[in-house]
């Protein structure tokens, strides 16, 4: 057990019997009241976000983590198969663990998977920024291309994405994982 006061954002905390993985951490002390931390938290299990006080003296249980590199391979089902670069071993990993980044997930991308100290996978982390093809969108015309609207494409993974108007079928774009969103085009 760890007192709250040292706990920094990033941390994974078992609160409540689940793992929750520490967004933001802020210390307030208001006017003449006792000082506490106001905990913003995402359920590992189940996706949710959390905000919770906690006491400044208060005691929290922080979870040993390992973070390895896997790399994807396909899609089973539910699950998401990834497989370890070093040993070769695969695990299945469940769509909730990656969490709406899934969409963006292609063929071969590495990611970063966050073990618990009994072995559980915790969180899977992918990278920030993905380089996927437009394999549909509605062609532009030359009035469309002079003004700065948005249209939608759907990508290589299946997902809609909104894009620029000068986007065409066939180009490559980048998409912040976290977000969502069209970043750029990628000239090759």
């Known amino acids: 057990m760890v007192s709250i006061s040292n706990v920094s954002r990033g941390a994974i905390i078992r609160w409540k019997g689940e793992p929750h993985s520490m967004e933001s951490l802020v210390h307030r002390t208001p006017g003449n009241l006792r000082a506490f931390y106001q905990a913003s938290m995402k359920n590992l299990k189940t996706g949710r976000n959390v905000e919770y006080r906690f006491s400044a003296s208060e005691q929290v249980d922080v979870i040993v983590t ?7 391979l396909y899609r089973d089902g539910e699950d998401y198969v990834m ?22 997930l292609k063929d071969s991308v590495m990611v970063d998977i966050v073990f618990a100290d009994d072995g559980s996978i915790l969180e899977v982390e992918l990278p920030t920024f993905v380089e996927l093809e437009v394999t549909e ?39 912040d994982t976290r977000s969502g969103e069209y970043m750029d085009r990628v000239k090759k």
Do not use: L
């Not at 390992?66 to 994807?72: G, H, I, L, P, V």
């Open 66 to 72: 390992e973070r390895k590199k896997y790399q994807y």
């Open 83 to 104: 497989m370890d670069t070093e040993t070769f071993d695969q695990i299945n990993v469940s769509e909730v663990a990656i969490g709406p980044a899934s969409r963006f």
């Open 137 to 175: 969108t509605s062609p532009a015309s030359k009035d469309d291309r002079a003004t700065s609207g948005t249209k939608p494409a759907i990508v290589e993974t299946g997902t809609e994405v909104n894009v620029p108007m000068f986007i065409q079928t066939g180009s490559v774009i980048r998409i």
